[in-house]
T-cell receptor, first 114, second 114 residues
Framework: DVKVTQSSRYLVKRTGEKVFLECVQD?????MFWYRQDPGLGLRLIYF???????EKGDIPEGYSVSREKKERFSLILESASTNQTSMYLC?????????????FGPGTRLTVT | AQSVSQHNHHVILSEAASLELGCNYS??????LFWYVQYPGQHLQLLLK??????LVKGIKGFEAEFIKSKFSFNLRKPSVQWSDTAEYFC????????????FGKGTMLLVSP
């Protein structure tokens, strides 16, 4: 079974803080993704990575950065958290290019910025 | 850019009623199509997927979906819903080229009353 884990289920941070969200997958997947999920807006892609040290912007990258130093780990960074970044953050992983593969999701981190 | 439209934001049904959730996408090329489900308090999981071949695909828990290329649609169906089907349902599209990223619809919240 593919397992995608996220470091925290709930997180409360103050405006202006630097926030790290961690994601680890155990299936040697090449691709990893970060989404945010908001009521009525569905899932929106923030960043994704198709290989170690490689990253691509998704649909809403502003205010975020990512890091992928190891294949199994993909970090989302909020450089200076703001209240409009209060959201549910979902990490996902999938096999690599050359085919259409389903994405496997982690349980999510509910981030509140006060 | 491609987009995905889910027709209903909220659906309320009684047990044993039939279900059809609409999904349309806007992209003229070859696509791969997915339905994901998120049960209350659980992570997002795959319900079914279409890559190629028979346009009628069957998924878990008695769900099925039909890909109609001429209508750019991928509607989800179940002949008889159960209380345990209460969940949020997301349609997603992956272009069959480039990176394996998903574009999600905004979701449909299904409430099944016993």
């Amino acid at each position: 079974d593919v397992k995608v884990t996220q470091s925290s289920r709930y997180l409360v941070k103050r405006t202006g803080e630097k926030v790290f969200l961690e994601c680890v997958q155990d299936m040697d997947h090449e691709n990893m993704f970060w989404y945010r999920q908001d009521p009525g807006l569905g899932l929106r892609l923030i960043y994704f990575s198709y290989d170690v040290k490689m990253k691509e912007k998704g649909d809403i990258p502003e205010g975020y950065s990512v890091s992928r130093e190891k294949k199994e780990r993909f970090s989302l960074i909020l450089e200076s958290a703001s209240t409009n970044q209060t959201s549910m953050y979902l990490c996902a992983s999938s096999l690599g290019s050359g085919g259409a593969y389903e994405q496997y999701f982690g349980p999510g981190t509910r981030l509140t910025v006060t | 850019a491609q987009s995905v439209s889910q027709h209903n934001h909220h659906v309320i049904l009684s047990e044993a009623a039939s279900l059809e959730l609409g999904c349309n996408y806007s992209y003229g090329g070859t696509v791969n199509l997915f339905w994901y489900v998120q049960y209350p308090g659980q992570h997002l999981q795959l319900l079914l997927k279409y890559f190629s071949g028979d346009p009628l695909v069957k998924g878990i828990k008695g769900f099925e979906a039909e890909f109609i290329k001429s209508k750019f649609s991928f509607n989800l169906r179940k002949p008889s819903v159960q209380w345990s089907d209460t969940a949020e349902y997301f349609c997603a599209v992956m272009m069959n080229s480039g990176y394996s990223t998903l574009t999600f619809g905004k979701g449909t919240m299904l409430l099944v009353s016993p």
